[in-house]
């Protein structure tokens, strides 16, 4: 249970309709939504942040799911492991790959322009000083200065989400969590 209460959203709320028009697409009623409801500029602002981050740009958004699943992981956030696994596979990517993002340094799955992408999400998500410049001049064989900002932001956005879900133990909602709990391998072994 979420360790403060969701705010009520009526027809009233500045938020009602956002809300639903989320609810209506993803299935279910986000509960960090309802969390951030209660500052509603916060929550608006994020939103268009959100779509913004993940919806536009050159990089895939397929690929971005995988990188805020291994954000996610790597920060220990279920909530966010729920809705990333579950928003992955809704945007059809390979079952394979989701179950095998935490071995894609090594896996054949991954090309190695992909494993460049989740090894920045990796690494900047556990320790983010412990970024090297050799870190981002190897992405630089791959991306444009552009690209390798938009990843950075994917990271960022998740870093986000996962210190507000963690801290306020927001409740995963049961669709997205069957999701997670479907897949075979989401530990970090």
């Known amino acids: 249970m979420s360790r403060i209460p ?16 989320i609810e209506q697409s993803m299935g279910f009623m986000l509960n960090d939504g309802l969390l951030m409801a209660h500052m509603p500029e916060i929550a608006s602002a994020f939103a268009a942040l959100t779509k913004s981050i993940l919806f536009s740009g050159t990089i895939d958004p397929v690929m971005k799911r995988l ?17 990333t696994a579950y928003s992955a596979e809704k945007m059809n990517l390979p079952l ?29 998500s556990v320790q983010p000083n412990g970024i090297k410049d050799t870190d981002i001049s190897s992405l630089s064989n791959y991306f444009t200065d552009a690209e390798i900002i938009e990843l950075v932001s994917v990271v960022s956005l998740y870093a986000f989400l996962n210190r507000f879900n963690q801290t306020l133990a927001t409740t995963p909602e049961d669709i997205p969590m069957s999701t997670l709990s479907s897949l075979k391998t989401m530990n970090n072994e």
Not at 6 to 21: G, R
Not at 68 to 81: A, E, N
Not at 98 to 116: C, G, H, P, Q
């Open 96 to 124: 394979e790959k989701i179950e095998a993002v935490w071995s894609y340094k090594t896996s054949s799955l991954f090309t190695i322009r992909e494993k460049n992408m989740l090894d920045l999400a990796y690494k900047s």
């Open 6 to 21: 969701v705010a009520h959203i009526d027809t009233q709320h500045p938020l009602y309709e956002t809300l639903k028009n």
């Open 67 to 83: 990188m805020v699943l291994i954000t996610s992981l790597s920060s220990g956030c279920t909530y966010c492991m729920s809705h």
